[in-house]
């Protein structure tokens, strides 16, 4: 028997994946403290760096070129990432508030958000203007605004309100792009006309007044209109007002101004400024609350203000990792010192930039593949991230490193001892207890003792004229947000009674959760079951109880009950496929590759996240639509793959069948994963049913065969359907909230080949 690693002692959550805490992962991957688990709260898993944003923009770099992969760069620090957006912080609990799902707990907080639009003062700026912060809502809009000009065949004027470095740089990038895409269509690049709102007297004002004449001179030779003194005071569909000229019409606005703190932080009790920032002292720490950090543009440091600039926030990161690790061990904090003077690069557009320092400036297209350097190099850090040996020093090594009350020792001491087994290994009462106390099971009346008395069982009533579907799933941890993972494991659970027909009634928890600190045992327990029992209370289905014990690693599963009428009237089986049936699936295939590329920091952010999304799609409705198209027969895609799970189909029906690998629908990412050889390791298993395959080696060297084998986790349904009523059966689903659903192949008359599928293009 091994002995357990070191529990986790201390949480510190990051809130935001802006650029110092981008530089905080990088440091705790390369030197973990144990004890310590880190924490990303982030909405999107791509981060953009602002500093190449205008090259993205003006067409010079790709999308994935200028965003930091925050599910790769969590994964190399070991960390957990939440994909969820933070609306407060309920202080004396030491939990941040997330919206639509439970809070979760901090030893210590880090703020790094950015900064916010501030509308406020601007009546209808915020419904009838495009903010370039959130970047992802901006990209989407940006998209819009571009395929509008490339189809459109009239003038479009855009207003640019905000005349700073940001703002300029921003419509120069824009105008580039649009001008370059237009002549490429052969159409006339002066169709699109800027003009830039300043509410002083001259462009980026902070500079020096040598930087201010070249891009006063660059915006007149590309002719974009200035309105100088030109303060917005009001904003309406399609037009703004200013008090210097009035009403102004434009067809897309961009509001790029100053900008402060989320509304949220207002409610959180902590020192804010006028702009609505964190005020930190110079160890970038709350003055109000020393548990909280804040960096970047969201703060505000007393006595040294700072302009809001890209270069503060990546120089922090290094002495903010430094203090949480410092703070965390209850060490002294050492201040942080912003430079005096930097170094700005601002584009044109062009491939050419002007270089500001202080009273310095010069430009040139060589500052541009300057600054194209810089900026890669810095990109080249969370890009190519060497996996780490984390067996240098002993993970036990934390319990002394971390200053622990007598209680918190003994519980280190006893987490990380050799653990009893049997009932031994139970979860204790307590803990239990108050893991469990605000789950609020749905109630039905056919659960006449469940999880909310104390019995040994749960009791239940079986309806008349009803049968009882019973069934069992359990798997370790997968991803590293226990909350999602309780969604998904519920989800995974209550397939198998979808691919039957039949309407969930009870579940039974199976969990096992690795030692530790009982505060630290309980909210991983809290928020894994909240993410379960939010997933079972929508599909009406009762959690009446269930066992949760210690293990080495997480893992959650159910035992669930479900009824169907005892003539078994309307019951699908796998084992009923007919002779013309086509074949319909629900959900795309591929989370099996996916999650093993996530294992290894090898699968972008967003391919991890659309995975997670499909596997928490339930099956529900899909099973309704598919009874509705007189579906013959029915199962869930899971561990077998869509090969293993279509032969337990076809074997009891007495068929064979065709299947087409170009309507197969896919996740993205899976095709190129699988293709770089990344599986699950249930794979070469599920691999051994290839001689199913009447004429595979045709297709060997085709990504999607191997998909076949995927093992799939909440996958899809897989159904046959009469043909008459399989293309209004997908349109149902496609309604219905299953983009992806499609006819996949067709059921076949057994023939006398020994392989009874056949592979189609």
């Avoid at 509308?119 to 989407?140: E, L, M, R, S």
């Avoid at 720490?285 to 700072?306: C, I, T």
């Avoid at 850090?381 to 993970?395: I, K, N, Q, V």
């Avoid at 699908?572 to 996916?594: A, E, F, H, Q, S």
């Amino acid at each position: 028997m091994q002995l357990p690693q070191a529990p986790v002692l201390r949480d510190i959550v990051l809130v935001g994946g802006g650029h110092s805490h981008v530089g905080v992962l990088r440091n705790f991957g390369m030197r973990p403290m144990p004890g310590v688990q880190l924490t990303l709260v982030c909405t999107d898993p791509h981060t953009p760096y602002s500093g190449m944003l205008p090259g993205y923009v003006a067409g010079h770099y790709g999308y994935d070129e200028v965003h930091i992969d925050l599910s790769r760069l969590a994964v190399f620090a070991a960390a957990r990432l939440i994909c969820a957006e933070a609306c407060g912080i309920d202080r004396a609990d030491r939990k941040l508030l997330l919206r639509g799902r439970p809070a979760i707990a901090y030893d210590r907080l880090s703020i790094n958000t950015g900064s916010t639009p501030r509308f406020d003062q601007v009546p209808g700026a915020a419904v009838h203007t495009v903010a370039v912060k959130p970047i992802y809502a901006f990209n989407q809009r940006w998209l819009a605004l571009r395929e509008r000009v490339r189809h459109q065949r009239g003038s479009i004027t855009v207003a640019v309100v905000g005349a700073g470095a940001g703002g300029v740089e921003l419509l120069l990038a824009m105008q580039h792009r649009l001008r370059t895409e237009l002549l490429a269509l052969g159409r006339d690049p002066g169709l699109v006309v800027f003009h830039l709102f300043a509410a002083d007297s001259t462009v980026l004002p902070t500079h020096n007044p040598g930087v201010q004449r070249r891009f006063e001179a660059v915006l007149r030779a590309r002719g974009v209109q200035v309105h100088r003194g030109a303060t917005v005071l009001e904003v309406a569909a399609g037009r703004l007002r200013t008090a210097a000229y009035g009403w102004f019409d434009a067809d897309e606005i961009i509001w790029i101004t100053r900008a402060g703190g989320a509304p949220w932080l207002r409610d959180t009790g902590l020192a804010l400024d006028a702009d609505g920032c964190v005020r930190v002292d110079s160890c970038l720490q709350s003055v109000s609350d020393p548990l909280v950090f804040a960096v970047g543009d969201v703060a505000s440091m007393d006595g040294r203000p700072l302009e809001k600039a890209g270069v503060f926030a990546v120089r922090m990161g290094r002495p903010l990792a430094d203090n949480l690790r410092r703070s965390v061990a209850d060490r002294r904090l050492r201040p942080y010192t912003p430079q005096r003077r930097w170094l700005a690069l601002i584009s044109t557009g062009d491939r050419y930039a002007v270089a500001s320092r202080a009273a310095l400036g010069f430009a040139g297209f060589w500052v541009w593949r300057w600054k194209d350097w810089i900026d890669r190099r810095f990109m080249r850090r969370f890009d190519e991230l060497a996996p780490m040996h984390r067996g240098l020093a002993p993970r036990s090594a934390g319990a002394a490193a971390l200053p622990l009350s007598d209680s918190e020792s003994r519980e280190a001491f006893s987490a990380m001892a050799m653990r009893c087994g049997g009932c031994g290994a139970k979860v204790g009462p307590g803990v239990l207890a108050r893991a469990l106390g605000g789950l609020r099971p749905v109630a039905r009346d056919d659960v006449l003792i469940g999880l909310s008395a104390s019995d040994d069982a749960a009791v239940l009533r079986v309806p008349a004229g009803k049968a009882l579907v019973h069934s069992v799933d359990f798997f370790r941890s997968f991803i590293e947000d226990p909350y999602v993972f309780g969604q998904i494991a519920a989800n995974h659970a209550l397939g198998d009674l979808y691919a039957m027909g039949a309407e969930p009634q009870s579940a039974t928890a199976l969990a096992t959760v690795p030692p530790g600190l009982d505060a630290k045992v309980e909210e991983l327990l809290l928020q894994m079951m909240h993410g379960a029992i939010d997933v079972l209370n929508a599909a009406g289905c009762a959690l009446v109880g269930g066992h949760t014990g210690e293990g080495g690693e997480l893992a959650l599963g159910f035992a669930v009950n479900g009824l169907v009428d005892d003539k078994l009237e309307g019951v699908l089986r796998k084992g009923g496929l007919r002779d013309g049936d086509m074949l319909i699936l629900t959900k795309p295939v591929g989370t099996g590759t996916l999650l093993a590329a996530h294992a290894r920091g090898a699968a972008r952010g967003r391919w991890v996240q659309g995975a997670l999304q499909s596997m928490l799609l339930s099956g529900r409705k899909a099973a309704g639509a598919l009874r509705a198209h007189g579906a013959t027969a029915c199962t869930d895609v899971t561990g077998f793959g869509l090969l293993g799970h279509l032969l337990e189909m076809t074997r009891p029906s007495g068929v064979d069948a065709r299947l087409h690998l170009s309507a197969l629908p896919l996740l993205e990412g899976a095709q190129q994963c699988i293709g770089d050889g990344i599986v699950s390791s249930l794979h070469s298993a599920n691999m051994q049913l290839r001689g199913a395959l009447a004429n595979g080696e045709r297709f060997a060297d085709d990504p999607r065969l191997a998909l076949l084998f995927d093992p799939q986790t909440a996958g899809g349904l897989l159904a046959g359907v009469p043909a008459a009523k399989a293309q209004a059966c997908v349109a149902m689903l496609h309604g219905m909230g299953y983009p992806q659903a499609a006819v996949i192949g067709q059921v076949l008359a057994q023939g006398a080949a020994i392989a009874p599928i056949l592979l189609a293009v």
